[in-house]
T-cell receptor
Framework: KQEVTQIPAALSVPEGENLVLNCSFT??????LQWFRQDPGKGLTSLLL?????REQTSGRLNASLDKSSGRSTLYIAASQPGDSATYLC???????????FGSGTRLQVQP | GAGVSQSPSNKVTEKGKDVELRCDPI?????LYWYRQSLGQGLEFLIY????????KSGLPSDRFSAERTGGSVSTLTIQRTQQEDSAVYLC????????????FGEGSWLTVV
């Protein structure tokens, strides 16, 4: 059974810092990995989607990498802003199962 | 519509009552998912629909939970004889196909069982 772990569970940084959020998964037989953002009381917004054949994806200040063999992904946020404050969720799509398996998330707070 | 639409956005119900939660996916999306998010917890998969295939119900926690998808579009999640532990946010998502496509989530239906 796939298990997804996100470290750290919570993070507080001053504005302007570059930061890295970590995601690990136990079964490397995945077809993709997605990073989502969730604001309090809201649904999830997809940030980046990495196919299993890819190593990384970039969107603006966000960069996500995928190392399938070691079961790890990182989300890099450059020059963090208070508006980046949210919970960031990592989810993997298993080849043997249709639905995504989610981690518990990293709650990020960027202090102005 | 422009996004995944869910209703009601909030529902307070008495223990033992039945509730229905509705999801209207993005037009043209063939895959539809229901997840549950309890307070402070991660997302728990409930059920998945893909086109006309039989749904994957492997995540439904008990036989009090059921879901249907009519005409390959709108879906209804029904919880019978609600219990307090059913209190959670129920999130619906849709995607075009299954593998390799971005999944789009609705805002969720917040269910409180009192």
């Amino acid at each position: 059974k796939q298990e997804v772990t996100q470290i750290p569970a919570a993070l507080s940084v001053p504005e302007g810092e570059n930061l890295v959020l970590n995601c690990s998964f136990t079964d490397s037989a995945i077809y993709n990995l997605q990073w989502f953002r969730q604001d309090p009381g809201k649904g999830l917004t997809s940030l980046l989607l990495i196919q299993s054949s890819q190593r990384e994806q970039t969107s603006g200040r966000l960069n996500a990498s995928l190392d399938k063999s070691s079961g790890r992904s990182t989300l890099y946020i450059a020059a963090s802003q208070p508006g980046d404050s949210a919970t960031y969720l990592c989810a993997v799509g298993d080849t043997g199962r249709r639905a995504l398996t989610f981690g518990s998330g990293t709650r990020l707070q960027v202090q102005p | 519509g422009a996004g995944v639409s869910q209703s009601p956005s909030n529902k307070v119900t008495e223990k033992g009552k039945d509730v229905e939660l509705r999801c209207d996916p993005i037009s043209g999306h063939t895959a539809l998912y229901w997840y549950r998010q309890s307070l402070g917890q991660g997302l728990e998969f409930l059920i998945y629909f893909q086109g006309n295939s039989a749904p994957d119900k492997s995540g439904l926690p008990s036989d009090r939970f059921s879901a249907e998808r009519t005409g390959g579009s709108v879906s209804t999640l029904t919880i019978q004889r609600t219990q307090q532990e059913d209190s959670a946010v129920y999130l619906c998502a849709s995607s075009f196909g299954v593998s390799g496509n971005t999944i789009y989530f609705g805002e969720g239906s917040w269910l409180t069982v009192v």
